[in-house]
């Protein structure tokens, strides 16, 4: 082994995880199945969110109830009840007036079903870490950061429902602030667990390219930026800004609109969050941020080691990201019907996932061990 500056070692499990939690940390298999379970059933809650706010569906259901509300209404009485409730919120009286008791089920159901995958999500949480905590199949690397999932999920809930009292009192709809903050919980909440299943999977190193610093530090600036979209398409949900502006690549006649469209609201900072131009405009920006940024890293991966593992990885996130704004169009241009808003949102996950994995495996090269920094090979 031949001595640097920078120490070529091949750095055991244990001292990696003890240096900065970026080294595989070898789970058993049964571990590694239930945290991957619990990202599908993440990114099926984050899916089935979206078609209930599509459908405009999430102000259905205007109490809540953890516990009873786990089942759905089971009887006439009960669904002439809960559609009573409805028609007392602004919703119903400005959108819905008129609405069948049927058209109410079905806007009742996917709010149900969202509110039920939470409930499932909790439980599939808690009882299997439960019980591989008690059998000592959770390292210390797993534990901390488990019960950290756990709480984020139990603020999840709260999250929720304090967006829906938003929309039952002089609205037709919830906050795009906090529809922002329950999303952006959700996809935190999905990398964690994409980060902590990738990084229970014991695997022979990657060999470490010329310039892995810089690599995985790109890796960790797409990572922040695919965050950031996602940030910026929920408010776009939320103000329903994909419905205005429905040609690309130009906006009304014009690739940037007049400023006085983009800056109408006052105070300034308010443009960025409520103005539907602006933000729908900066939707846009960061898709061609995202895209273009992606594409820079990738044929900076392949110039450094080409048909590497990071060099493949990274053209994979970058192809994803293509796909993504491509779809993104499709869905402004056909004025955002829900089967496209929905593939929209599942591919934004698929993305996310993509991305989470690529920076926690470019990462695993670097170790910080005893003697200074190490990179594995």
């Not at 594409?295 to 994803?320: E, G, M, Y």
Request: proline content about 4%; some cysteine.
């Amino acid at each position: 082994m031949t001595e640097h500056s920078l120490t070529l070692s091949i750095l055991p499990v244990a001292e990696a995880s003890r240096a900065r939690g970026v080294a595989s940390i070898a789970a058993p298999s049964a571990v590694r199945v239930w945290l991957w379970s619990l990202v599908v059933l993440v990114f099926a809650m984050v899916v089935v969110g979206g078609a209930t706010r599509l459908t405009e569906s999430g102000l259905s259901i205007t109490e809540w109830k953890p516990v009873s509300g786990s089942l759905p209404p089971l009887s006439a009485a009960d669904w002439s009840d809960a559609f009573e409730k409805y028609k007392q919120i602004p919703q119903y009286a400005k959108m819905n007036a008129g609405m069948s008791l049927d058209s109410f089920k079905t806007i009742f159901l996917w709010e149900w079903s969202h509110r039920l995958l939470g409930r499932l999500i909790g439980f599939a949480l808690l009882v299997p870490m439960i019980w591989f905590w008690v059998r000592g199949q959770l390292n210390s690397y797993l534990k901390p950061r488990l019960v950290a999932v756990l709480g984020l999920g139990g603020v999840q809930g709260f999250v929720g429902w304090w967006m829906v009292k938003s929309g039952l009192v002089d609205r037709v709809e919830v906050s795009q602030y906090r529809l922002a903050t329950h999303l952006l919980l959700a996809s935190i909440t999905f990398a964690v667990l994409i980060w902590l299943a990738v990084s229970t999977k014991s695997r022979a190193s990657e060999a470490a390219l010329p310039a892995q610093g810089r690599l995985n530090r790109s890796a960790i600036v797409l990572t922040v930026l695919a965050f950031l979209q996602l940030g910026m398409g929920a408010l776009v949900a939320g103000l329903r800004a994909g419905l205005t502006y429905n040609t690309w690549p130009l906006m009304d006649g014009k690739l940037v609109p007049p400023l006085e469209d983009l800056t109408r609201t006052q105070p300034f900072w308010r443009n960025f969050f409520e103005n539907v131009t602006t933000v729908q405009f900066d939707h846009r920006l960061g898709a061609y941020v995202l895209l273009a940024f992606a594409v820079w890293h990738a044929l900076d991966s392949w110039v450094a080691r080409p048909a590497s593992h990071t060099a493949k990885r990274a053209i994979a996130v970058a192809s994803l990201v293509a796909c993504q704004a491509a779809l993104g169009i499709v869905t402004l241009v056909l004025m955002v019907p829900v089967w496209a808003g929905i593939l929209h949102q599942a591919f934004a996950m698929i993305v996310l996932a993509m991305i989470v994995v690529h920076c926690r495996r470019t990462g695993e090269i670097w170790n910080l061990g005893p003697t200074g920094l190490s990179v594995r090979s």
